[in-house]
């Protein structure tokens, strides 16, 4: 299956944008679906990921400023940002697991085996 990232784009601070994650199958089962980000010269960071049951688990530098959501009919994935400021400049992933593990695990990238491609999100000041 292929994960396509979509919703990126260059925005004021203090934007908001709507991220969305799509699996090219709509039947697509997953475990958890996570979001990352990597901002140029940074690693890859843990934003937030939801499992299968519907739980969500958010980073601790959220501060509830984004919200994970998502669509069981397709299996799609979405990501609301809001009050963007220029340190949300990143370029921003989706990710799936289809194996289950412990939720702690759910902020380490190597639980995920699928990708997407990445989309761009520049907020400018």
């Keep these: 299956v292929q994960l396509q990232a979509s919703g990126g784009g260059s925005v004021q601070d ?8 799509a699996p090219s199958s709509p039947t697509f089962t997953y475990h958890r679906m ?3 980000r990597q901002a140029p010269g940074k690693e890859r960071e843990f934003i937030g990921a939801i499992t299968h049951s519907g739980d969500i688990q958010y980073a601790d530098s959220v ?10 009919t ?13 340190e949300d400049t990143a370029v921003y992933y989706c990710a799936a697991g289809t194996t289950w593990s412990r939720s702690y695990t759910m902020s380490d990238p190597s639980k995920y085996k699928y990708w997407g491609q990445g989309t761009q999100v520049t907020v400018s000041s």
């Design 14 to 21: 203090g934007d908001s944008l709507r991220l969305s994650c």
């Design 34 to 36: 996570a979001w990352f």
């Design 63 to 72: 501060n509830g400023r984004f919200i994970i959501s998502r669509d069981m």
């Design 74 to 86: 397709n299996a799609a994935m979405y990501l609301q940002l809001v009050s963007l400021t220029p």
